[in-house]
Antibody, heavy 119, light 109 residues
Framework: QVQLVQSGAEVKKPGASVKVSCKASGYTFTSYGISWVRQAPGQGLEWMGW????????NYAQKLQGRVTMTTDTSTSTAYMELRSLRSDDTAVYYC????????????WGQGTLVTVSS | EIVMTQSPATLSVSPGERATLSCRAS??????LAWYQQKPGQAPRLLIYGASTRATGIPARFSGSGSGTEFTLTISSLQSEDFAVYYC???????????FGQGTRLEIK
């Protein structure tokens, strides 16, 4: 069965960076993309960007351009999302999701990683 | 940029009744529209994609309709486990880009 397992919760200070991992299993990793979505406390879903696990192509949300980097390691079927220059409003649960580009949806989701930014 | 608007923000319905949730796109998204259900403390779950196709394992009481700019998610007979927040999502195929609506909270009346 398809599974996406994310790394554990993080607490960071303003200005620091965080790197969240997402290990995929149960499917051919390079046949799908990975999207990252975050959700601030009590708020809705915000798409952060997409990476092709096939060739590493990326597309980031405009508001995060310059602060976010998404990568993959095909040898371990793991996707990574790094967010730099953290601010308090980056406090959120971060999700990875398998991106079924051809069918225009996100069909499997990780369990989420809480990132807390606080001084 | 396409904006997705869901209505109402909160919907109060009694168990066993029908719930109808709406989603409007600021410009045509064809049928590239999906619906997700999210319960407290859980990741979103895909319900509907392609505007009307139920995802694997989703009960038949969930149905989606619409195309272009107007979409509807209908839950025909609400069960206790259906009370949650529902999000619509549009998808731009290239470059891949996702936009979510702000969500509709479905609560017990």
């Amino acid at each position: 069965q398809v599974q996406l397992v994310q790394s554990g919760a993080e607490v960071k200070k303003p200005g620091a960076s965080v790197k969240v991992s997402c290990k995929a299993s149960g499917y051919t990793f390079t046949s799908y993309g990975i999207s990252w979505v975050r959700q601030a406390p009590g708020q809705g879903l915000e798409w952060m960007g997409w990476i092709s696990a096939y060739n590493g192509n990326t597309n980031y949300a405009q508001k995060l351009q310059g602060r976010v980097t998404m990568t993959t390691d095909t040898s371990t079927s793991t996707a990574y999302m790094e967010l730099r220059s953290l601010r308090s409003d980056d406090t959120a649960v971060y999700y990875c999701a398998r991106d079924n580009t051809a069918m225009a949806h996100l069909d499997y989701w990780g369990q989420g990683t809480l990132v807390t930014v606080s001084s | 940029e396409i904006v997705m608007t869901q209505s109402p923000a909160t919907l109060s319905v009694s168990p066993g009744e029908r719930a109808t949730l709406s989603c409007r796109a600021s410009q045509s998204v064809s049928s590239n529209l999906a619906w997700y259900q999210q319960k407290p403390g859980q990741a979103p779950r895909l319900l509907i994609y392609g505007a009307s196709t139920r995802a694997t394992g989703i009960p038949a009481r969930f149905s989606g309709s619409g195309s272009g700019t107007e979409f509807t998610l209908t839950i025909s007979s609400l069960q206790s486990e259906d009370f949650a927040v529902y999000y619509c999502q549009q998808y731009n195929n290239w470059p891949p880009k996702v936009t979510f609506g702000q969500g509709t909270r479905l609560e017990i009346k």
